[in-house]
């Protein structure tokens, strides 16, 4: 048996994202489990606390990450040549559906920890969705080497193509020198392509955010939810810039989406926003 740290505990909170996604139409009802429905409904009066408490909703911080990095990958594949895409941590999420049914060019593999690649798998598999465009395998990316490793996975691309790399919900989990590390091994693989760009969401710490306490609260909930913490990474823009160029990035994009709601067809955001995407590249 392995020795190396396991994140499995992570895993269940697929099922609550997945199930937003659904509610908000991005996902077809494949993609809804009954542990999904469940804990949204568990949730629902949190939700609707910092809704009117706080003026703080949680599905429309979780809507303007995820259409930002959609918005990002459209522009990636239709303005950049790029037709292969790797969602690692993919849980539950609708997005390597929705992009190989809207471009028939795209290679998309998905990947997350063993259990949850099976599931998503067996998911795509029974509505015939799965083929040699849309693959998933399982990936660990605390896994240094052997068949989870980055490695593994990104020795079953093009190496002549480029290629876009995505993690949502995914680096908050962990802290920040191990989510730095796997930045770095990943840089290392990108490296092999001629051109590679990563995108993810990050919660930075910012402290001057007049909603910081609420935000420390409710992460601190997450990470009791799901028996781990929920660290915040980097104070700033020029802090997130300056973490992923030491971890072998070459240029970094930092985006607010909730300055860009109207593009990304949400409501208006009512204050700065407290999550960022950030689009790395090599
Ligand atoms: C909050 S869910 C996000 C799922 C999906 N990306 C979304 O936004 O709906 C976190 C995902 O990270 C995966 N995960 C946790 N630890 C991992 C690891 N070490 N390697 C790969 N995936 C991991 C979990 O299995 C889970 O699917």
């Not at 994202?17 to 949190?46: C, D, K, N, Q, S």
């Not at 052997?146 to 290629?163: H, I, K, M, N, T």
């Not at 300055?259 to 409501?267: D, N, Q």
Request: hydrophobic letters at 45%.
């Amino acid at each position: 048996m392995s020795e190396r740290a396991s994140s499995a505990h992570i895993s269940p909170s697929a099922h609550y994202t997945g199930y937003v996604w659904y509610l908000h139409r991005l996902a077809e009802p494949a993609f809804v489990t009954g542990f999904g429905r469940f804990v949204h409904g568990l949730l629902a009066p949190i939700s609707w606390g910092a809704r009117v408490a706080f003026d703080l909703d949680i599905e429309q911080f979780l809507l303007q990450r995820h259409l930002q990095i959609d918005a990002q990958l459209s522009a990636a594949i239709e303005h950049g040549g790029v037709c292969q895409v790797v969602e690692i941590a993919c849980g539950l999420s609708p997005r390597g559906r929705r992009f190989t049914a809207r471009y028939p060019q795209l290679r998309y593999l998905e990947a997350d920890l063993p259990l949850m690649a099976a599931r998503k798998r067996l998911l795509l598999q029974a509505q015939g969705w799965l083929g040699t465009r849309h693959r998933v395998r399982a990936v660990d990316i605390l896994a240094a080497d052997g068949s989870q490793s980055l490695a593994s996975l990104f020795a079953e691309l093009d190496r002549s193509q480029p290629v876009v790399v995505i993690t949502e919900g995914l680096v908050n989990y962990f802290e920040l020198p191990l989510i730095e590390s796997f930045w770095a091994r990943l840089a290392e693989q990108l490296r092999q392509f001629p051109r590679a760009t990563y995108l993810t969401e990050l919660y930075p710490d910012l402290r001057e955010h007049p909603r910081y306490r609420q935000l420390r609260w409710g992460v601190g909930l997450v990470g009791r939810l799901t028996r781990g913490s929920y660290p915040l990474h980097y104070r700033n823009e020029a802090a997130i810039v300056e973490g992923f160029s030491r971890c072998g990035f070459t240029s970094v994009e930092v985006f607010d989406p909730s300055r860009a709601t109207l593009a990304l067809g949400l409501p208006p955001s009512k204050s700065e926003g407290l999550v960022r995407v950030i689009e790395a590249r090599i």
